[in-house]
């Protein structure tokens, strides 16, 4: 049912994962087609993954209070 009025207010089509390509996943598509978005795009997710990381490197600290 509710993938029925997903489909009637045209938020999903097809695609990989759920079986459907949310609106976002089309503009996305879109998006990437210019250069300098697609560049941009692959730098922030770099940026991303190299925080990630040294986010997980940072041994935990306990609260002692």
């Known amino acids: ?37 697609s560049k941009r795009f692959e730098e922030a997710g770099e940026a991303w993954a190299i925080a990630l990381q040294s986010t997980l490197r940072k041994p935990r600290q306990r609260n002692l209070n």
């Open 1 to 37: 049912m509710l993938g029925e009025r997903r489909k009637m207010r045209g938020v999903v089509t097809e695609g990989p994962v759920t079986g459907s390509k949310t609106t976002f996943d089309l503009y996305l598509k879109e998006q990437l087609k210019d250069p300098g978005f």
